[in-house]
């Protein structure tokens, strides 16, 4: 029997995924209840804008493990992107990195997210997502490298402008902050895009040809298929 395709390989060549925002304190029912109701391919939660301690993350990753759903963590801010191989050794099998607009932030990213020799990830952290069975240093190494999800967040007309050049090698999706750029879109009345999805459609074209991904935060199960339509393929949804 062919092996079953990981999520990364899932999200890159284009199949439709769906993750489901979650509390860092959710109970073991109230998760179990949500993932019911829909097939979900990850759980997203986030330190950007709740509270967050490093202790609840490694307890929330082992919840999800133990149901079978790996998590999403979004850092607090693209200063942090320093600490992404800190924060992997917790549990996460997948980081959002929010507000992106240079080069220089995803070129650290990468270097932290990644093991050599892709890049320079320090080793260890027992809670690590898919160390079990995997004790190996150059085995874990390169299974990571080749299943750990990285996304970066547009969130401003200069990282839509730029969007080509942020999606580097080893990035798998550029997620979408629909709110913030909002704001942008309001400071820049001038500007030719006008709306969120002006600015989508403009990421989604410079991203034709590559395996980058566009995660979008639609929140509402009823607006996937409009974005469905102009060529998203992973969602970002609250609970239904």
């Known amino acids: 029997m062919a092996e079953q395709a990981s999520l ?3 999200i890159r060549r284009g199949d439709i995924v769906v993750g ?3 509390p ?3 109970e073991r029912g109230r998760l179990e209840d949500i993932l019911s109701r829909d097939t979900y391919g990850f759980i997203s939660v ?3 804008h709740s509270a967050y301690s490093e202790e609840r993350l490694v307890a929330l990753c082992a919840l999800a493990a133990e149901v079978g759903i790996p ?3 979004r850092i607090k801010h693209p200063r942090h992107a320093y600490l992404i191989g800190n924060i992997l050794d917790l549990g996460p099998l997948s980081i959002e990195v929010p507000l992106v607009e240079t080069a220089d932030i995803v070129d650290e990213a990468l270097a932290v997210f990644y093991y050599p020799q892709i890049g320079k990830r320090s080793w260890g952290g027992n809670a690590r997502y898919g160390i079990q069975g995997r004790d190996n240093r150059a085995e874990y190494a390169a299974w990571w490298n080749s299943h750990g999800i990285l996304c970066l967040q547009i969130e401003t007309l200069t990282a839509v402008t730029h969007a080509r050049q942020l999606a580097k090698p080893g990035v798998d999706c550029l997620t979408w902050g629909p709110s913030d750029l909002s704001f942008d879109l309001e400071a820049h009345p001038e500007h030719p895009f006008k709306t969120v999805d002006d600015c989508l459609r403009h990421v989604l074209k410079q991203l034709e040809g590559t395996d980058i991904r566009i995660s979008f935060r639609n929140y ?3 607006l996937r298929n409009k974005y469905m339509d102009m060529g998203v393929t992973v969602f970002m949804e609250r609970p239904r």
Do not use: N, P, T
């Open 71 to 73: 998590v999403q963590f």
């Open 8 to 10: 990364k390989e899932r």
């Open 220 to 222: 509402d199960a009823a």
């Open 46 to 48: 986030d330190s950007q």
């Open 20 to 22: 489901v925002s979650v």
């Open 24 to 26: 860092m304190s959710i």
